[in-house]
């Protein structure tokens, strides 16, 4: 069997942004002294007059793509999530939310698969403080196909776009002729009665993973990726919980507030039924490497399964 091509999403948000921009020339990229780190820097080389470099100012990148945005130009300001999300909060809601501007985030370096960078660089809280700015559509890419077609819609969507994006190299899952992205729309990557897992981002490989193992349980578990999570695909997560009876929500994120919480949103409300939230459970992370991390806090394809058995 050959083994598995990995992607990091930042690195196809880099090369998704350069075929961006030799497309529109109302692209602007924006990044706050990270463009190595965020792959803008692949913008940067091949545009250097459409990219900005804002320094370590990420409130200040902010205001400025807000600015950019009202002259008819699609800025994507790129950053670290803990910056983009944390520390540039009020920025984002007042100057890019509140007026509902066309301004795309660009948030790489998400959850704690950052690893060695440690619990202040690991943020588990951004896809919970996104959720909750009117108007701002959030997508958390699965692999390298999908960033790249998610910042493709970023783009053709008139709006406010929070794009979240991982350091560690993703298995590339959706590399298959009929791939399609649609915002808004989730995605059955496999068929069960028994149970729905529904992933989003890096958790959808290992949302698989487990999803095998639990079949040579004879456990059969229908998998969903839910690479938009606002707006959330209610109706197609609804169906599926009234189809198997129970719901595991997986996430590279907070229980609180991110996927888990939308979903269970959607399901109180229309289709009661037992969910189990798989993520990171109200702890910060810790300094190590990405994959003994994930093991750690139960995320790889084998903590996933492990949780799900216990709890089914």
């Known amino acids: 069997m050959s083994e598995v091509k990995k992607i ?9 942004l350069a075929e961006l921009g030799r497309e529109h ?22 545009f250097p ?46 100057a890019i939310g509140y007026p509902h501007l066309n301004v795309k985030i660009g948030a790489t370096h998400a959850g704690i698969s950052v690893g060695e960078d440690g619990a202040t660089h690991q943020c588990n809280e951004d896809i919970a403080l996104m959720r909750a700015i009117p108007g701002m559509v959030v997508i958390s890419p699965a692999d390298d196909v999908e960033t790249k077609a998610a910042v493709k819609a970023a783009y053709e969507y008139q709006g406010p776009v929070y794009l979240r994006l991982g350091r560690l190299a993703a298995p590339v899952i ?7 992205f649609e915002l808004g729309k989730g995605v059955v990557l496999r068929e069960g009665k028994d149970l729905t897992i529904v992933a989003t981002g890096l958790m959808v490989s290992s949302a698989l993973e ?29 169906a599926a919980a009234k189809e198997t009876g129970k719901v595991v929500t997986v996430e590279e994120h907070s229980v609180i507030g991110g996927l888990g919480s939308a979903v269970c949103d959607a399901l109180c409300a229309k289709a009661p039924v037992p969910v ?32 799900i058995k216990k709890w089914f």
């Open 174 to 180: 959706n590399d298959r002729p009929d791939y399609k």
């Open 210 to 238: 487990a999803a095998e193992s639990l079949a040579a349980d004879g456990i059969q578990a229908k998998v969903i990726n839910i690479h938009t999570i606002k707006p959330l695909d209610e109706e197609l997560i609804v």
């Open 25 to 46: 020339a109302d692209v602007v990229v924006l990044d706050a002294d990270l463009a190595e780190a965020t792959k803008t820097g692949v913008f940067k080389k091949e």
């Open 8 to 16: 990091a999403t930042r690195e196809s948000y880099g090369n998704a």
């Open 49 to 94: 007059e459409r990219h900005i470099d804002c320094g370590i100012a990420e409130c200040n990148m902010m205001g400025i793509a807000a600015g950019i945005a009202t002259t008819g130009k699609v800025p994507f300001a790129s950053t670290f999530a803990m910056f983009a999300a944390g520390r540039a909060f009020e920025q984002v809601r007042n």
């Open 276 to 307: 189990l939230k798989i993520g990171v459970q109200d702890v910060f992370g810790e300094s190590g490497p990405a994959a003994k991390l994930l093991e750690k806090y139960g995320l790889d394809g084998k903590g996933v399964y492990e949780s």
